[in-house]
């Protein structure tokens, strides 16, 4: 290579590893992508499976992170109970890892013990069963649970207890998730989710930067089906 302005080359000894949660060849021909910068990249393509179709990984890298995660805390001793196991392999994970990084890392938040049952992971408020409900119901509900104003705009819970930290943490992310839920179901639409979730356009770019800024990767997430 050549530095920009420079005259001398330099020899480099690199490996590029490029990767992507969308069918590049059909990107590539339908023009969304520059076909010849797919051929300089593709030179050993490999295809991962999701999560849910490798079972047998769910539990160990839960256990992984449950660790990672504890020692950051500087806490010992922590495991996954019986059932918080049986629920983590029945969950089909939209999100794939980074999605049961955020559960393990929900679930030491929200149990101070040492042993994490079913119900701290929050996988039945993730599985689909609760968004039977009206998108714009939920999030009414936690807009009130959460002392939000008229305007849509959600505030964080103020406490100084570690209580209301907690259940300023849960509500959040039950508020995303909800927001990502529907999301996909209107394709990806900013304008007709804002509709369907009774708030205005600006507040859902709002809620879309905080979830952000925390680590989610939207398109990532909205594209899965």
Known sequence: MERLGGRKTICLDVRV????????QQAVAEGRFREDLYYR???????????RERQQDILPLANL???????????AGVTL?????????????????????NVI?????????????????????????????????????INQLDGSRDTGVKQDLVG???TSVCLGDDLKQR???IIVDT??????????????????PRTLRYKLAKMREVGFDLDELITII
């Open 17 to 24: 590893i490029a990767t992507s949660n969308r069918d590049m």
């Open 41 to 51: 990249l593709s030179v050993l393509p490999l295809h991962w499976q999701p999560l």
């Open 65 to 75: 992170l449950l660790s990672k995660h504890a020692h950051k805390q500087k806490r």
């Open 81 to 101: 109970a019986t059932s918080a196991q049986q629920a983590l392999l029945n969950y089909p994970w939209p999100g794939n890892v980074r999605e049961l990084d």
């Open 105 to 141: 890392q929900r679930a030491l938040i929200l149990q101070a013990d040492t042993s994490i049952e079913q119900d701290d992971l929050g996988l039945q408020l993730l599985s689909g069963q609760h968004y039977n409900v009206n998108p714009i119901d939920k999030l009414q509900h």
């Open 160 to 162: 100084t207890d570690d």
């Open 175 to 177: 508020e995303f998730e």
């Open 183 to 200: 999301l996909r179901e209107e394709r990806g639409s900013r304008k007709h989710t804002a509709e369907r979730l009774g708030i205005s």
